[in-house]
């Protein structure tokens, strides 16, 4: 069983910053990739953004609306993952997951974190 669980969602005003955590335990077999998505209410959730492990290229991806803003990053030695998120803007307002795949296949999702971007 692998858990995921994120932390460091809360509530920013238009312009300012937070950094999501995700931390993995539990029997995790080689982690191919992690990734935060994220939905708001009413819409599909979506991809923000993923990285590989060094194994698979080491690559990261963004969501168009958040390249140059948001920043993804992993410490494969804890199993943890970031997202580092600047500039925010009321559209970001949604609840962001987190979300891991091992190299055999199987995909994992955490409870999620609510990011409200109001002033």
């Known amino acids: 069983q692998v858990q995921l669980v994120e932390s460091g969602g809360g509530l920013v005003p238009p312009g300012g910053s937070l950094r999501l955590s995700c931390a993995a335990s539990?029997?995790?077999?080689?982690?191919?990739?992690m990734g935060w998505y994220r939905q708001a209410p009413g819409k599909e959730r979506e991809l923000v953004a993923g990285i590989t492990t060094v194994i698979s290229g080491g690559s990261t991806n963004y969501a168009d609306s958040v390249k140059g803003r948001f920043t993804i990053s992993r410490d494969n030695a804890k199993n943890t993952m970031s997202l580092q998120m600047n500039s925010l803007k009321p559209e970001d307002t949604a609840v962001y997951y987190c979300k891991l795949h091992d190299i055999l296949g199987r995909a994992y999702w955490g409870q999620g974190t609510q990011v409200t971007v109001s002033s």
């Open positions: 539990g029997s995790i077999f080689s982690i191919n990739y």
